[in-house]
C-alpha cells in the first residue's frame, strides 16, 4: 500500500472529515465504524482519545467520552485497536486524533508520538494547547513525523497568519465560539478568516464545529477546503450503539454528497 498523506484527503476537491469518539460504545464497533466511514466516502477521518476533561466538547461528545472509559477504553487499548487496522491495511484515509494536552503528558509524549506511527495516525489535533506552546509537542512529534494540526478561531483575528504560515497537514477552522455540538446558524464570516490563511499559506483549511446538515456542510465546504463534522455523528452512535453502523453510514453518506454538492 502507498503511503497515505493528509493531503490526500484534499486532492480530489472538497474533503468531508468525520469525528468519532474511539471506543463509544466499544472498541470493536469503533473498528467497524472507521471501515463504514471510509466507505461511505470520507476522505478523512478524526479519532477522539476518550478524555474525563475534554473542555472544548459539549454534552453530546462529553457523553461519549464518558461512554467509552465506562467500557474499560484506555489510550493503550485504543492504540492497540488501530495498530490492529493498520496492520490489515484496510484503511485507506489518513486518520488523526483529537486529544488534550494533558492525556499526552500523562502517555508520555515520546511514547505517545511513536504509537501514533505504529498505529498508523498521521497527525494530532490538541485543542487546548495555544499557539505559543506548541513547540513543547511539535519537537517530539515532528521527529516522528506526525503533523500537529493547528486551530484557528474567530477569536485568532491578527494571529491568523502567524498561525496559518508554519501549520502542518491542514488548518482547522473553528466556526464559532464556544463548544463543539450541532447549531442552527453560523455568524463567523468563515470567507474572511480563510482569505487571511491563503494570503501567507496554501495548506488546506477545513471548517468544523456545529455543523450537522449536509446543507451546512456543503455551505462550509464552499468557503474552505473542508467540512468536519462531529457531535451530530457521535449522536447516533449515543442513539443506536453497537447497532450503529449503518445509521452512522446513511449519514455520512448525504454529508459526503452535500459537501459534494459544492463543488
Not at 476518550?50 to 485504543?78: H, M, N, Y
Request: negative net charge.
Amino acid at each position: 500500500m502507498s503511503e497515505i498523506k493528509i493531503a490526500d484527503a484534499f486532492k480530489n476537491g472538497k474533503a468531508f472529515i468525520p469525528f468519532i469518539t474511539g471506543g463509544d460504545p466499544d472498541l470493536d464497533t469503533t473498528k467497524k465504524l472507521i471501515i463504514a466511514l471510509q466507505d461511505a466516502g470520507s476522505d478523512l477521518i478524526e479519532i477522539g482519545i476518550p478524555f474525563s476533561d475534554p473542555i472544548a466538547e459539549g454534552p453530546v461528545i462529553q457523553e461519549a467520552d464518558e461512554r467509552a472509559l465506562a467500557a474499560g477504553v484506555t489510550t493503550d487499548k485504543l492504540f492497540d485497536m488501530l495498530k490492529e487496522l493498520h496492520e490489515e491495511g484496510s484503511v485507506k484515509v489518513p486518520m488523526v486524533f483529537l486529544t488534550y494536552a494533558n492525556a499526552i503528558f500523562a502517555y508520555g509524549k515520546e511514547k505517545f508520538m511513536k504509537r501514533c506511527v505504529e498505529s498508523g495516525m498521521l497527525g494530532v489535533i490538541v485543542p487546548d494547547i495555544p499557539y505559543e506552546e506548541k513547540a513543547e509537542f511539535e519537537d517530539v512529534a515532528d521527529k516522528y513525523g506526525i503533523s500537529m494540526i493547528s486551530l484557528i478561531a474567530p477569536t485568532s483575528e491578527g494571529r491568523i497568519k502567524m498561525i496559518a504560515k508554519d501549520a502542518k497537514g491542514f488548518l482547522y477552522v473553528v466556526s464559532s465560539l464556544g463548544v463543539t455540538g450541532v447549531r442552527e446558524e453560523f455568524s463567523t464570516d468563515i470567507a474572511d478568516m480563510v482569505a487571511a490563511v491563503r494570503e501567507v499559506s496554501d495548506i488546506p483549511t477545513a471548517v468544523g464545529f456545529g455543523i450537522s446538515t449536509p446543507k451546512q456542510a456543503q455551505e462550509m465546504a464552499a468557503k474552505s477546503d473542508g467540512a468536519i463534522v462531529g457531535s451530530a455523528i457521535v449522536k447516533i452512535v449515543g442513539q443506536y450503539g453497537k447497532d450503529c453502523v449503518p445509521y452512522v453510514s446513511d449519514f455520512v453518506k448525504q454529508l459526503k454528497e452535500g459537501v459534494n454538492d459544492c463543488l
